[in-house]
């Protein structure tokens, strides 16, 4: 049947999966109850396991269970192929893996599980590279399920996600499970994603290289939720895990959407002490925070908090007292790693707390202003962040459709791409509903959603920003690069793609060659 | 027109588009490898063989390395290899360029 964002979502998975079709963006006040783990009682003495094929042993892992990770290590992650290695290698089939996302390291371990029998269901924020054609080529039977950093947190918190064993790993541990990503060798922040896994796996492991004295504080994962710990020999490459230092984009074209960026934020309603923002990692993003910072000192203005993934300039603006707090959930930079040591006011928070729908109020809820990149955005202000041009699975979720609820959520994206247009008539992957978004930056102007009559108003007349209809700009990039031959797709699924709330917004299929 | 001998132009950087044209005997051959294949793949074949027509070369191997160039970037990009298989790049082809 077609959704209301009008995809054809199959009847047989609706049925078979009992899934409900995408219906609103609106989340309302429903009741749910989330499920409980399993709890074997230690008393903390004999956690310390020497190796990995004790510690499998040990957790009772068993054929056709669910095993998660977090991507927190980004490049950098050891973990995730020497512990898949060595399930692999046990021989254990029929597996779920669910991850809060998998990073191009994973790709050709997963490869090798899913080819072993080992993996047999995947949940993720998003895939790329060789696993992402690998998927998109029929390589996995069932689909993978895409779903938000937000989502993973309501899905862990009703079941839709049971994780049986949790293998996570931290750059330092006592031996008695407590633990913290901000000392040590492979330092990456905030937990976030990963506290979540801590909470509700009914068997938490612990990886590090580095055993402190107990009590190791502060303990973001606490002894309380940890079963095992194990010692490695290294559990990531720091220089990988996050860029080492921002360097601000000189790109023309993307220093022109930063600053018209800018001027939309400055000129909305929200502009004003005490107002909250979500950049995001891309180069125009980071070079938004540049022109913000000028702007707010310019007009006396202070952010009560900014949140997300967090970058050094963001941190930057903390220090300088243009930021009240940092919300973080995740940092995307070694400079925003490091801080969070430092700065009392770089709150991690968990998954459940930055995006989850089903909880008694995210902090994506409180936010005015966020600014969003995509793959393309079409004239009814649906973007894709999964799916290249090719209609390859080539991209995350991430907090994307979450962070999209802001009160002003801001595209920022050029018109084309080489010789892809990324505004476009309809995109090929639905992942956020236009509903949520209200501005689209591109370098040749901005379009408005016709439903954000306050916005058309307060926008119309600031010098160097055009406005357009989105069918304007869509017709302009189509003049630049010419139609596109469309796409041509089996009948398989491949993916399908979760709305935060767990209904079904769009389904990815199989690419013909 | 002949080609005389091999010739180059363009370059591997994105958004451009590389043509190595040579001798052939069995007509207009293309060997396109692009990035957009998907969606553009005709839509250049059909830019490289009209152009290929106006110039009245019936035999040639066209080799084209494409990295999203835009249609008047491939029609440049050609041209300069023409002129330069045919030895005459210091007679250019009016009526096509008009």
């Known amino acids: ?513 | 027109m002949e080609i005389k001998h091999t010739a180059l132009a363009g370059t591997l950087e994105s958004s451009d588009i590389q043509f190595t044209l040579s001798k052939g005997d069995s007509g207009v051959e293309i060997n396109l490898d692009s990035q957009v294949e998907k969606q553009f793949g005709k839509q250049i074949r059909k830019v490289i063989t009209d152009l290929l027509a106006e110039y009245g070369i019936e035999n040639v191997k066209v080799r084209a390395v494409d990295k999203g160039a835009l249609d008047c970037t491939i029609k440049a990009r050609l041209i300069a290899a023409i002129q330069r298989a045919t030895d005459t790049k210091n007679q250019p082809n009016w009526e096509v360029l008009g």
Not at chain 1, 80 to 89: A, D, G, L, P, T
């Open chain 1, 1 to 513: 049947m077609l959704n209301k964002v009008n995809r054809e979502i199959p009847d047989d998975i609706l049925k078979d999966k009992n899934y409900k079709p995408f219906e609103t963006t609106e989340i309302g006040n429903p009741e749910t109850t989330y499920v409980a783990h399993q709890v074997k009682v230690s008393q903390g003495d004999d956690k310390l396991v020497d190796s990995i094929p004790d510690v499998i042993a040990k957790t009772g892992l068993k054929n056709g269970m669910t095993i998660s990770f977090h991507h927190h290590f980004r490049e950098g992650d050891f973990v995730f192929n020497m512990v898949m290695q060595e399930i692999i290698n046990e021989g254990f089939q029929d597996l779920t893996l669910a991850p809060s996302s998998l990073t191009n390291v994973m790709n050709d371990m997963v490869i090798k599980a899913i080819k072993a029998g080992t993996i047999t269901h995947i949940t993720s924020s998003g895939m790329r590279g060789s696993l992402g054609d690998f998927i998109s080529h029929g390589g996995l039977k069932d689909p993978v399920v895409l779903r938000s950093h937000g989502n993973r947190a309501r899905s862990i918190e009703n079941g839709d996600i049971k994780i049986d064993v949790a293998f996570l790993g931290v750059p330092n541990a006592d031996a008695v499970g407590n633990a913290n990503a901000i000392y040590g060798d492979a330092v990456f922040g905030s937990m976030g994603y990963s506290l979540m896994d801590a909470k509700y796996a009914n068997k938490v492991v612990l990886l590090t290289d580095t055993i402190m004295p107990y009590p190791n504080t502060p303990a973001s994962i606490k002894q309380t939720e940890v079963d095992y710990v194990v010692k490695v020999a290294k559990v990531g490459d720091p220089d990988k895990i996050g860029s080492g230092s921002t360097r601000f984009t000189k790109d023309p074209k993307e220093l022109k959407i930063a600053q018209t960026v800018n001027q939309v934020i400055t000129h909305s309603q929200y502009f004003k002490d005490g107002f909250s923002f979500q950049t995001g990692s891309g180069g125009a993003a980071l070079a938004v925070s540049r022109y913000l910072r000028k702007s707010m000192i310019e007009k006396n203005i202070k952010a009560s908090f900014a949140l997300g993934g967090i970058t050094k300039p963001t941190v930057d603006l903390l220090e300088e007292g243009l930021v009240n707090k940092i919300l973080d959930v995740q940092d995307f930079d070694k400079g925003a790693a490091a801080s969070m040591a430092s700065n009392e006011n770089q709150q991690e928070i968990d998954s459940s707390w930055y995006a989850d729908p089903n909880n008694k109020g995210a902090a994506v809820n409180q936010l005015d202003v966020c600014i969003l990149s995509a793959l393309e955005i079409d004239t009814k202000f649906n973007v894709n962040v999964m799916t290249g041009s090719d209609g390859v699975l080539r991209g995350a979720i991430g907090g994307h459709q979450d962070a999209a609820n802001a009160k002003l959520t801001i595209i920022s994206a050029p018109l084309v791409r080489g010789r892809i247009a990324t505004v476009v008539p309809d995109v090929t992957t639905v992942v956020t509903p236009g509903d949520s978004i209200d501005v689209l930056v591109t370098e040749v102007g901005i379009a408005i959603n016709p439903k954000r009559k306050d916005l058309i108003e307060a926008l119309k007349n600031v010098p160097g920003v055009p406005v357009y209809t989105i069918e304007e700009l869509q017709k302009r990039a189509e003049a630049i690069v010419g139609k596109p031959e469309k796409l041509q797709f089996t009948d398989r699924p491949v993916a399908l793609i979760e709305y935060r709330d767990g209904s079904l917004i769009d389904t990815v299929y199989q690419v013909k060659d």
